[in-house]
């Protein structure tokens, strides 16, 4: 290896319009990695492959980045979510491939908070040769404070966002504002996918993310309530705007917001945390300090630098594809396509 400055080469399925946080995030970092001019467009001409958690509904990802590695040495660099099964309260085999795939062939591991890592080794990941905990961060020329309106404490206004319907997204919480808040002080919106109907809420359906950052413009308070949420990407995208936060006291959650926003546990505190931030709001508003998406890519890049300096000086050998370990990975996610088939047809 002689290229001092590595490129990098996302190896993801991006799709377009509005989606979920991986996805917006990821293509935020390939557009600070072309900025700075460390991307690659063609992965055979990277150095390093940036590999996300569990591509779903691309599992053919995992086969071409096992014959980059295999043919070409690639520098595996291993972004994980999760766990996936703490999120949706189901599919642990989705961890297995994710656990067993990372320890076959990541050289290094990034996790998006501590909370994540630890529960991550907690279920039963083992250690990577290179490991790190490096955040998110949203594209700034969309979610940034500028444009965002005034707090108005005559009518306070209350927003969540969520790509995902799952029910553990917070949504009981929802319900029980939509149920119990005081819409009379207050108003509130949800933007995105939703399993529940609202009465009180405005409901407005996934809109891209340009639409999303004048949206939440609009509003003075972020609220989140999902569970084991390791990285909230739609957080930390209010955070950007301007919004504090008001959220549940788990995951990843208090890692972002720190001291700009008050936590819950249930319903039964729910409506107090939302008190609490409305009464002094310029105070938590004044508390918002999240590191830029140049700083969070450099941070990525310096990561990449230091396993590729480490190769580079005969410190560290990537590792080595065999056969038998890509099989085990390729048959445990046989293994977890089987059981969904076979849930379905019980149902």
């Not at 460390?38 to 569990?54: G, K, M, Q, R, T």
């Not at 908070?113 to 490991?131: D, F, I, Q, T, V």
């Not at 965002?148 to 995902?164: D, G, Q, Y």
């Not at 006291?249 to 939302?274: C, L, M, R, T, W």
Request: aromatic share 12%; net charge positive.
């Amino acid at each position: 290896m002689v290229n001092k400055r590595p490129k990098i080469h996302i190896l993801y399925k991006f799709v377009e319009g509005p989606w979920g946080g991986g996805n917006q995030f990821l293509k935020a970092l390939q557009g600070h990695f072309r900025k700075v001019g460390v991307y690659s467009e063609n992965p055979e001409d990277a150095e390093v492959i940036l590999f996300n958690s569990y591509p779903f509904g691309s599992e053919y990802l995992f086969d071409s980045v096992i014959k980059l590695k295999k043919r070409r040495g690639k520098i595996l660099i291993h972004r994980v979510d999760g766990p996936i099964s703490y999120v949706r309260g189901k599919d642990k085999w989705i961890d297995k491939v994710i656990f067993q795939f990372n320890d076959l062939f990541a050289d290094g591991t990034i996790f998006q908070s501590c909370w994540s890592r630890e529960m991550n080794y907690e279920l039963g990941a083992k250690k990577s040769p290179y490991e790190t905990v490096i955040m998110n961060a949203p594209d700034e020329t969309i979610f940034c404070p500028e444009g965002k309106k005034p707090f108005n404490e005559e009518r306070i206004k209350l927003v969540a966002t969520s790509w995902s319907g799952n029910i553990r997204r917070g949504f009981e919480i929802y319900q029980y504002l939509d149920e119990h808040l005081d819409f009379e002080k207050y108003a509130m919106t949800f933007v995105g996918n939703s399993p529940i109907e609202f009465k009180n809420i405005r409901w407005i359906k996934p809109v891209p993310s340009r639409e999303l950052a004048n949206i939440l413009k609009e509003h003075d308070i972020y609220i989140t309530a999902s569970q084991n949420d390791p990285c909230s990407n739609s957080l930390i995208e209010a955070l950007h705007c301007g919004l504090p936060a008001v959220a549940r006291n788990d995951g990843g959650h208090p890692e972002i917001i720190g001291k700009a926003g008050a936590f819950f546990e249930d319903q039964s505190d729910v409506i107090y945390a939302i008190e609490k931030v409305a009464k002094d709001y310029k105070h938590y508003q004044a508390l918002i300090n999240l590191p830029s998406l140049d700083e969070i890519g450099q941070k990525y890049y310096q990561f990449v630098q230091s396993i590729y300096k480490d190769i580079a000086n005969g410190n560290y050998h990537p590792k080595q594809v065999n056969y038998f370990g890509s099989m085990r990975v390729r048959a445990r996610i046989i293994q977890w396509k089987a059981q969904n088939i076979l849930k379905r047809l019980k149902e």
